[in-house]
């Protein structure tokens, strides 16, 4: 076991606030349609265990615009179907020459496993109910550049945090650049000790205490999926949490709602909402290259 | 030389035990409430006596004990040594040898191997010498064929064939009319029925403790409630039931203890072990997903801890038991959550009393021997063992309640290295191991 190469990205838990706020100015510089090929000759491999739209295209493009090889490794068509183990395949991609690895995994912490026996950077692009650090670098970014700053912000996330590592990076973000974050869901949903992941978080169980006030509104899915013995009535979530554009009159008139996607329309949200003025969802995903291009490009020692 | 060890060759059908006493020792004997300066002679086999200092003469062989405790020899109820099936994480050979490296005498192996020990003839096979045991062990057969929670095994047939209890260990017995089969057959013929205490339907793809670190980790939780719900029922059904034993093994929270008390008060015969692990370690001990921390059940909070301290203190624990659980590299250098449950724990359980127990809580070592001896003797009805009285086993354990040492897993006796303790510094050291009348263990 090594300490994971610098430049890794594994988690928002263990960044200094500066570190953060240093990649967001570096992806506010980013420019993928006139991106300086920094990356040329670098070698990056996507290595993904679990299906992903926004994430694995977003990379890929922020690699090349960069002007590096990428290479993607499928756990479907790989030697992982064959019962390789996770370790195996990041040695077999360091061979093959790689310089860098994105992975997504479902289990929780195995981008961690893999940088502590690598020697090259290892990003974090979902690890199961871990975290997501490059989405809540992009949600960063997005929020900045409607808001101007972090100063007095209120953020409420609704919706299903236990299942999600978006919302597990998003609360230790928020919190380390001083925003108040107000949690809100159903217990099943959103546990009491979650307050005990970062300072200045807060729960509350009513959508419209939640709102109240809110510069900016976070809607999560939920996970059907993920439930694995917890029940969750539909009918009754739709009733206390979905957000409609009646309740959106609650938070602030210059609030924006985000969502990380996919979204299920009519369920946590209704289409009116996604498709409304406030609405900054697709905004969310052009925002993800330039931010990904801040993060390869700091990886590999290129952010000058 | 610290750590040195000899094993003799306990297969060796010539080397008969002759006579040994053991001189200038503090003898703690909890059974015999000695806590007192006194000699042991060992004869044949057996205990021969006890007595002051300089009463007893003439042994073959004579063992200065000055400055050490000695004590009936140690018991762990709850082992997995893995054969059949598994030896490549360890063998009974292997096994029992860090036993003897770690202070035990005997041992209780769990029935969860490959195949499943659910019938008399794996019973018989586990106790045959050719395994190489070089301590008692105790075979501890399934409940129900394949450990399935379906059907019962026959369980008269087990005992007969040496069985001291039965269990489906790593997995419960779920279903409540099972569970009361098990209590009621289990009662007709005095045999303990051993329950791994967890509600499964709550655990599903669950890897650690339900609370802050589970959350912060992104791993789903084990909660307290899925091993308490069961303990309750369980103590609920043993009350029913005249003259059935439960027995609650690796209890973790302060949930079931509150059933186990319950129990007791109601004269129900209900007993419970605890592994040094928990009284030890916390759930935020697993740090960023170190799978030599995952075990099954998971550590607890700091509330459930303090509950297990007070009632290791207060009586309502009958025995201290480690839940031996030796797992191959390639089982545990992987992801958290496919990582194997379980740790090894056979040399570290008597220094992590001391240490934690005696030393840090202040826990007399009387009652910490009373764990280890007459505790887990009494719970499986294991005759002659845990006591020095005359005639029983002479099976005796020798340790520095002072001695400081690193416990290095890469010493191990084990196959198998996957301890949380690896590079600790511990007080309290194991000196000598005797078993039937033989040194089996000696350090310096």
Known sequence: MNKPARGSLLGIEHLEEKEILGLLRLARGMNPLKARPLLRNQRIALLFYEASTRTRSSFEVAAKSMGAITVLVLSSGSSIEKGESLLDTGYTLRAVGADLIVIRHPSAGAPLMMAQHLDIPVINAGDGMHEHPSQALLDAFTILKHKKSFQGLRVAIIGDLYHSRVARSACHLLSKVGVKVTLCGPPELVPEFATTLAPGLSITRHIEEALRGADVIMLLRVQQERLAGKKIHLQDYMARYQMTTGRLKLAKRDAIVMHPGPIIRGLELTSEVVDGPQSVIVDEVRNGVPTRMAILARALGKAN | ?444
Request: hydrophobic share 40%; glycine share 8%.
């Open chain 2, 1 to 444: 030389m610290e750590g040195l060890t000899r094993i003799e060759a306990m297969t060796n059908p010539k080397s008969k035990p002759g006579s040994m006493l053991i001189k200038g020792g503090h003898v703690i004997d909890p059974s015999a409430r000695i806590d007192a300066l006194m000699d042991v002679l060992l004869r044949d086999g057996v205990v021969a006596e006890v007595a002051l200092p300089n009463k007893i003469r003439g042994a073959d062989d004579n063992f200065d004990a000055h400055g050490l405790i000695v004590a009936p020899g140690f018991i762990d109820l709850h082992v997995h040594l893995r054969e059949p099936g598994q030896s490549y994480k360890e063998t009974i050979r292997s096994g029992t040898a860090a036993a003897a490296a770690g202070g035990f005498t005997s041992v209780c192996t769990m029935p969860n191997t490959a195949p499943v020990v659910d019938n008399a003839e794996w019973v018989t096979w586990l106790r045959n010498p050719e395994r190489g045991a070089v301590v008692n062990l105790f075979p501890i057969a399934a409940a129900t064929l394949n450990s399935r929670g379906a059907a019962l095994t026959d369980f008269a047939a087990l005992q007969r064939a040496g069985a001291v209890a039965v269990t489906d260990d790593g997995k419960p017995i779920l279903e409540d009319e099972i569970m009361r089969a098990a209590l009621r057959l289990g009662a007709q013929l005095n045999l303990p029925v051993v329950q791994h205490a967890e509600d499964t339907r709550l655990t599903e793809n669950a890897s650690m403790h339900e609370g802050p670190t589970s959350f912060r980790l992104g791993l789903r939780g084990i909660s307290t409630a899925a091993e308490a719900n069961i303990v309750e029922r369980d103590v609920t059904l043993a009350q029913q039931i005249r003259e059935s034993r439960l027995h609650v093994a690796h209890l973790s929270t302060s949930d079931a203890l509150k059933a186990v008390r319950r129990g007791k008060r109601a004269k129900a015969r209900v007993t419970c072990e605890v592994t040094p692990h928990h009284f030890t370690l916390l759930d935020e001990d697993v740090g960023e997903y170190n799978t030599n921390f995952k075990m099954n059940p998971p550590l607890r909070s700091a509330t459930d801890r303090e509950a297990i301290l007070v009632a290791l203190a207060d009586g309502t624990v009958d025995a201290i038991a480690t839940d031996h659980a030796p797992h191959a590299t390639h089982e545990k250098e992987i992801e958290f959550e496919r990582a194997a449950f379980g740790i090894t724990g056979l040399e570290t359980a008597v220094a992590l009393a001391i240490t934690k127990l005696h030393r840090e809580h202040k826990i007399p070592l009387a009652r910490i021997v009373e764990l280890f001896t007459a505790g887990p003797a009494r719970v499986f009805d294991l005759r002659g063992r845990g006591s020095l009285a005359r005639g029983d086993h002479a099976d005796v354990t020798i340790f520095d309640p002072q001695k400081r040492w690193r416990f290095e897993a890469g010493k191990s006796r084990s196959l198998s290295h996957n301890t949380p303790f690896d590079g600790w510094q511990l007080t309290g050291k194991v000196v000598a191991t005797i078993v039937g009348g033989k040194m089996l263990h000696r350090a310096d």
